[in-house]
DNA sequence: GGTTGTTGTAATCGAATGATTACTTAAAGG
DNA sequence: CCTTTAAGTAATCATTCGATTACAACAACC
C-alpha cells in the first residue's frame, strides 16, 4: 500500500542526441512481469477504490498510485469495471482467509494464550470465543484500511449490476462462513456482521481522526474497539501523514 | 419519490406561429414557487443520491428525477456538493426526527398498546423498551430507502472534506440523541446502531431482491428484520417496478 | 544480428458532466 | 397595457475520463 510515487516528469522527451549527458528520469516504469505488475495494480486499486469508491477513483489515480501510464492499467484489466471487481474478488478473498485461519488455528489448540485475554463474561463454548476472536481478526485487518473499505465502497454500489451481485455474494458468502464453520447461531451471527459493519462505518467517516478532539468520538471508538484502538488510530495518524 | 417523468421532448421550439395548432408539449415545467421547488428537488436529490452515490450522480439526473432542467438545480443550489450537503441534512433531520417522536411518545405513555408486542425477553426497563421501539421506527425508515441511504452514501464519501465533516458530525449527533435522549448505556447504544449498519448494509446490496431465489439471504433478512420483513420486500418489490 | 514477443508510454478521441450565459415566458403590480 | 420580477430553458463551454491507437524500447531466442 504504501507504494511509491518516483519518477513522473513526462516531458522527459527523446532528448534526440544520446551524448554523454545522462538521459536522467527516464519517463517509464522499471520492466517487470505482468503477472508482478498486476499484483501492484490491484494493490493501488484497492487503495483509491477503497478510498473514494468506484465512480470517484479514476483509472488514472489507480495508475499513478501503481507507479505507470493510465492506458497500461486498462489495458491489462480491460476495463475499470473488470479492475473493480478483480480488486473486489482480493479483499473478500482475504477476509475469508483471516477469518479460516483463527478457525484453523483454533480448533488445533494453537491459541490457548490468546484464550486468556477473553473477556471471560461471554462464555466459553467454541461459538462464542471464536466470534471474539474473529472480531479480533476482523479488527486488525483495520489496519490495512484498504481491505474493509473496499468492501464496504462494493455494499453500496449496489446499483451497478455487476458489482451489487458480486457484493451480495460475497456478504453471503461471509455471513456462511461465521454460521457453519465457526459454528455460530444466526442471531450471534448476525450481531457479529453488525459489529463489523458499525466498525467499518467509523473507519469511513474517518471517526478516528478527531478522536483527540471530540469526547463523543473517544467514548464511541473506545467502546467499539477496545483493545484494538491503539492500533487503528496509529494507523489512522500514519495514513494521514501519508496523504 | 415516485415523482413524475411528464414533459421532456426537448425539440418542441418556438413553433414561431401561434396558429390554432396546439403549442402541444411545452418544454418547460409547470411555474411553482422557488421553495416548493426547492423541496422537490431535494426529495428527488435524495433518491438518485441515495442509489448512487455522490460521485456516481449527475446533476442531470436529479433534474430529470424532479422533472426540470438541469441547469436550474446548478442554479438553485450553487453546486452538485451544496445539493448533496442540503439533502444530507434534510435525511439526518428526519432519522433524529423519527427518533424523538418515538421518545416523546413513550414518555408521554402512548405507547402502550406497541409494548404488548416488544420481545418480553429484553427487560421492561426504558432504555431497553426505547431501543426496541427505535429500531421498529428505524426499519419504517428502510421503506423510504432514500433516507438510510443517503445517509450511507455520506459515510462512504468521507474523503471528500466538506462531506465526510458533515457525515462525522451527522453520526455522533445520532450517538448522543440515543445515549442521551434515550438513555442507553454506551455499549448499548454501541450495538443499536451496529443493527442500524447492518440492515442499511443489507438494503445497500439489495438482499431483498434475491430473498425468494437464496435460502441464506432469506434466513438472514428474517434473523435482521423480523416483522419487518414484508414491508420491506414489498418495498422492495415495488421499488424494482418503478425502476 | 536480426526477428519476435513483452512491457511500457505518448497522443488522442469521444462521450459525459458541472457550470455559465443568455434568452424566454408567465405572473404580479401599478 | 406595460413594466418588472420570478421561474425556467436552450445552448454551449471547459474539463475530465475511460478507452483506443500507434509507437518505443527492452529482452529473448535462434
Known amino acids: 500500500m504504501s507504494s511509491v510515487a518516483k519518477?513522473?516528469?513526462?516531458?522527459?522527451?527523446?532528448?534526440?542526441?544520446?551524448?554523454?549527458?545522462?538521459?536522467?528520469?527516464?519517463?517509464?516504469?522499471?520492466?517487470?512481469?505482468?503477472?508482478?505488475?498486476?499484483?501492484?495494480?490491484l494493490e493501488a486499486a484497492t487503495g483509491v477504490f477503497a478510498e473514494r469508491g468506484y465512480a470517484g477513483s479514476t483509472t488514472d489515480q489507480v495508475a499513478k498510485?501503481?507507479?505507470?501510464?493510465?492506458?497500461?492499467?486498462?489495458?491489462m484489466f480491460g476495463t475499470k469495471e473488470a479492475?473493480?471487481?478483480?480488486?473486489?474478488?482480493?479483499?473478500?478473498?482475504?477476509?475469508?482467509?483471516?477469518?479460516?485461519?483463527?478457525?484453523?488455528?483454533?480448533?488445533?489448540?494453537?491459541?490457548?494464550?490468546?484464550?486468556q485475554h477473553l473477556d471471560p463474561a461471554v462464555g466459553s463454548g467454541r461459538p462464542e470465543q471464536?466470534?471474539?476472536?474473529?472480531?479480533?481478526?476482523?479488527?486488525?485487518?483495520?489496519?490495512?484500511?484498504?481491505?474493509?473499505?473496499?468492501?464496504m465502497q462494493a455494499f453500496v454500489a449496489g446499483h451497478e449490476p455487476a458489482i451489487g451481485a458480486r457484493a451480495?455474494?460475497?456478504?453471503?458468502?461471509?455471513?456462511?462462513?461465521?454460521?457453519?464453520?465457526?459454528?455460530?447461531?444466526?442471531?450471534?451471527?448476525?450481531?457479529?456482521?453488525?459489529?463489523?459493519?458499525?466498525?467499518n462505518t467509523l473507519i469511513g467517516i474517518r471517526l478516528p481522526e478527531i478522536y483527540e478532539q471530540d469526547s463523543t468520538a473517544e467514548e464511541l471508538?473506545?467502546?467499539?474497539l477496545r483493545a484494538k484502538l491503539p492500533m487503528v488510530l496509529k494507523a489512522s495518524r500514519a495514513q494521514r501523514r501519508a496523504g
Chains 1, 2 share one sequence.
Open 168 to 199: 451480495r455474494e460475497g456478504f453471503l458468502d461471509i455471513y456462511r462462513l461465521v454460521r457453519d464453520e465457526a459454528g455460530l447461531l444466526p442471531e450471534t451471527a448476525r450481531d457479529f456482521l453488525a459489529q463489523g459493519m458499525l466498525m
Open 83 to 115: 479492475l473493480f471487481l478483480e480488486a473486489l474478488d482480493r479483499a473478500q478473498g482475504k477476509l475469508l482467509h483471516a477469518f479460516r485461519e483463527v478457525i484453523a488455528a483454533y480448533d488445533a489448540g494453537e491459541l490457548t494464550e490468546e484464550l
Open 65 to 75: 498510485a501503481a507507479g505507470i501510464s493510465q492506458p497500461y492499467v486498462v489495458r
Open 7 to 41: 519518477k513522473t516528469l513526462g516531458t522527459g522527451a527523446p532528448e534526440t542526441t544520446p551524448t554523454g549527458q545522462a538521459p536522467t528520469s527516464q519517463a517509464t516504469a522499471e520492466r517487470i512481469p505482468a503477472a508482478q505488475r498486476r499484483e501492484l495494480i
Open 130 to 151: 471464536l466470534k471474539q476472536l474473529m472480531a479480533i481478526a476482523y479488527a486488525d485487518l483495520v489496519e490495512d484500511r484498504g481491505i474493509l473499505m473496499m468492501l
Open 221 to 224: 471508538l473506545e467502546c467499539t
